[in-house]
């Protein structure tokens, strides 16, 4: 690849910033661009000038039935977060509207929640995320899943075994090319593990 250009759709409530700085510290010879989940955020991927599409959680998810014959880097990707699908998410859909309702009525208070739930530190202040966004991302979230097609090739993906968010063994039944790595909803961690395996794919 001549280009080595990634172009990410960062995680709910987890800033774009932040997984730019990570990721240009994990692949420090790629050129990355981070968006955060929103209605535009296929639409923008689509546009971009990159040779691979980068997801992380909810924006992993979100490019797993995306029709493009680009190669995929996603980290803790989830085919339907809902543990009632069977797709390989862990959260009972209850979960989810509970915490569409606390974000409706408190969103700091929710996406403390929730970074509290993933282990995450919360994202500096002046790193804001748009409430709209959330609140499409969760309703999205409970929207009925589809098993997706098959990844392109050179795609990776890289989900931790202990992760809160994740059912791995019903994930791995629909993501065979699964890599599962000894970590939690660690985006660190993840970033360091396909580092590590796109430097073994040379």
Known sequence: MTDRGIFWISGWSVPAGLLKEAAERALPSWRHQVINPGPNALASAKAADATVLGGFSFGASLLLNMDDPRPRLLLAPFVDLKSESGLGGAMATTRIRQQLRQLKRDPTAAVAAFHQLIGMNPP?????????????????MLEPGKTPPPLPPDSLAVAGRNDP??????????????????AAHDLEGLLAAAAALKQDAR
């Open 124 to 140: 500096p202040l002046d790193w804001p995320l748009d409430t709209a966004d959330l609140v499409w991302g969760l309703e999205k």
């Open 165 to 182: 968010l994740l059912d791995i063994a019903a994930l791995q039944m629909v993501l065979p090319s699964l890599h599962v790595i000894e």
